[in-house]
C-alpha cells in the first residue's frame, strides 16, 4: 500500500522561508516521478513544481520559478520543496503526488497515480 505524508506546513510571514517534505510509504519511490501541488481556496489545483526519478529534471511553474526548489532523497524515500520569499498569494492547501510519467509532461495532475492528504501553508502580508 502507497502513503504520502506531507508535513512542514505552517503559518509565515511574507518574505519567509518554509520547507516542505512527504514522507513517501513505498518500496518504488526511487522509480516514481514526483511533484508538488497547490489549491487554495475556490481556485482549482495547480501545479507547483516537479522532478523526475532520477533528481535529474526539475519543472517549476510560473509563479513560483526562482522562489521554490524541489529535490528528493531516494535513499530516504521522501520529497521536499524549499519555498523561499513567500508571498500571500502562496497561501494554499500543498500536496504532494507520485506518477510514472517519464518523457511526457509532468504539470498535468492525472498523470499521478498517488497523493497524500495535504499541508496547509498560510503567507500573512
Known amino acids: 500500500q502507497v502513503r504520502l505524508v506531507e508535513s512542514g506546513g505552517g503559518l509565515v510571514q511574507a518574505g519567509g522561508s518554509l520547507r516542505l517534505s512527504c514522507a513517501a510509504s513505498?518500496?518504488?519511490?526511487?522509480?516514481?516521478?514526483m511533484g508538488w501541488f497547490r489549491q487554495a481556496p475556490g481556485k482549482e489545483r495547480e501545479f507547483v513544481a516537479a522532478?523526475?526519478?532520477?533528481?535529474?529534471?526539475?519543472v517549476y511553474g510560473d509563479s513560483v520559478t526562482g522562489r521554490f526548489t524541489i529535490a528528493r532523497d531516494n535513499a530516504m524515500n521522501t520529497l521536499y520543496l524549499q519555498m523561499n520569499s513567500l508571498k500571500p498569494e502562496d497561501t494554499a492547501v500543498y500536496y504532494c503526488?507520485?506518477?510514472?510519467?517519464?518523457?511526457?509532461?509532468?504539470?498535468?495532475?492525472?498523470?499521478?497515480?498517488?497523493w497524500g492528504q495535504g499541508t496547509q501553508v498560510t503567507v500573512s502580508s
Open positions: 513505498m518500496r518504488s519511490f526511487s522509480t516514481y516521478d
Open positions: 503526488a507520485a506518477g510514472l510519467i517519464g518523457t511526457r509532461s509532468p504539470k498535468a495532475d492525472d498523470e499521478y497515480t498517488y
Open positions: 522532478i523526475s526519478w532520477t533528481g535529474g529534471r526539475t
